[in-house]
């Protein structure tokens, strides 16, 4: 009973409850098309064979994120989404340890480092730029066992300096960083093919964001060939991904155009919604390097929230974050989406 008392109080990862509304916060890929996710799906129901175990489907998998990635396969590990594979490294760094990370960030690791016990010492970034003192962080994770950076992060959606993340590799060689790349296909750089020059870099990847199966929940991660092999033999679950999920994914990343194209015209609404947005006095806009944007509304947050509410959209709502205030996180949509958002915006000037 102690133990149900425990984890009463953890913090709650609450999703949104209302339906028939244009769901914006929580970064899915809305502009890939439908019809073409749901042809593939069909195609892969009726291909595989559901009374055996997904052997095959596991390989071929492999295969084309090895070839996507340009990576060797032995360096993969799938999981039941990548957030399956975080409660996995949380609890092969233990109960009682301490993990540096910064703040705001991706609020479900926070919530599962309570739930494993891990002690999360969180370093702020500037409400200014949302940049990283690399100082200060390097100082306060030498006294840890692991670290966590989101690149881009979220939901600030900034990515850092590649020669920062380099340098954190670099200066704590002795602790565990797991980088978060869940919307690096919208970003300007990846850290994959440093895995096997810091074997203490693992990278997360998903097929919920560009990809655009959210519902399939299939992630993966990305390390040297030593420590992937354990993970994958020791820790991760036999069959942790469905045979449904698995053909779908092969599917998608065997159509890589279908999805450039989605990623393509993501980073344009991104950069036209950016450009008007900015144009409002009364709200800040951060730059993104992610499917979303990052806003600060200041004496018009309730104004705005209502404004969307009746419009029937659905953004991710932060209330207070310290030195930021009351922010939004707002989903890149189709164009005729982002034109309902920029209408909602322009109506508070």
């Known amino acids: 009973m102690k133990e149900m008392k425990k984890i009463s109080m953890v913090e709650k990862y609450a999703t949104p409850s209302k339906s028939n509304y244009f769901k914006l916060d929580a970064n899915e890929n809305l502009v890939l098309d439908k019809k073409f996710l749901t042809n593939i799906s069909l195609d892969s129901l009726e291909k595989i064979d559901l009374r055996k175990y997904p052997i095959e489907l596991y390989?071929?998998?492999?295969?084309?994120?090895?070839?996507?990635?340009?990576?060797?396969?032995?360096?993969?590990?799938?999981?039941?989404?990548?957030?399956?594979?975080?409660?996995?490294?949380?609890?092969?760094?233990?109960?009682g340890?301490?993990?540096t990370s910064i703040y705001p960030t991706f609020s479900y690791f926070k919530t599962r480092c309570q739930l494993h016990g891990i002690l999360l010492s969180e370093m702020m970034l500037s409400s200014f730029d949302n940049t990283l003192d690399s100082k200060k962080f390097i100082e306060d994770a030498k006294k840890s066992h692991a670290i966590y950076l989101?690149?881009?992060?979220?939901p600030t959606g900034n990515q850092f300096e590649r020669s920062q993340i380099l340098d954190i590799l670099s200066t704590l060689k002795n602790n565990l960083v797991i980088i978060d790349e869940a919307y690096v296909?919208?970003?300007?750089?990846?850290?994959?093919?440093?895995?096997?020059?810091?074997?203490n870099l693992v990278i997360l990847r998903t097929f919920?964001?560009?990809?655009?199966?959210?519902?399939?929940?299939?992630?993966?991660?990305?390390?040297?060939?030593?420590?992937?092999?354990?993970?994958?033999?020791?820790?991760?679950?036999?069959?942790?991904?469905?045979?449904?999920?698995l053909a779908i994914a092969i599917s998608v990343i065997s159509n890589p155009d279908k999805v450039e194209k989605s990623i393509s015209l993501i980073r344009d609404e991104r950069e036209k919604l950016y450009q008007n947005l900015s144009k409002i006095k009364k709200i800040d806009v951060y730059k993104s390097d992610a499917n979303f944007l990052f806003i600060k509304c200041n004496e018009e947050y309730n104004r705005i929230i209502e404004a969307l509410e009746n419009t029937k959209i659905i953004v991710k709502a932060f209330d207070n974050i310290e030195s930021y205030g009351n922010c939004i996180r707002i989903t890149i949509g189709t164009k005729k989406i982002n034109n309902k958002i920029l209408s909602v915006f322009n109506n508070i000037q």
Request: net charge positive; charged share 25%.
């Open 59 to 95: 390989e071929k998998l492999y295969k084309k994120l090895s070839d996507y990635l340009m990576i060797g396969e032995k360096s993969l590990v799938l999981g039941s989404g990548s957030d399956q594979i975080i409660d996995l490294l949380l609890t092969l760094i233990g109960r």
């Open 97 to 99: 340890r301490r993990l």
């Open 150 to 154: 989101c690149s881009p992060n979220n």
């Open 185 to 199: 296909e919208f970003a300007k750089y990846s850290l994959t093919r440093y895995t096997q020059e810091f074997p």
């Open 208 to 245: 919920s964001k560009a990809m655009g199966l959210a519902g399939a929940r299939i992630g993966y991660m990305i390390a040297n060939e030593e420590l992937a092999e354990l993970f994958k033999n020791r820790i991760q679950s036999p069959y942790a991904v469905n045979s449904i999920s």
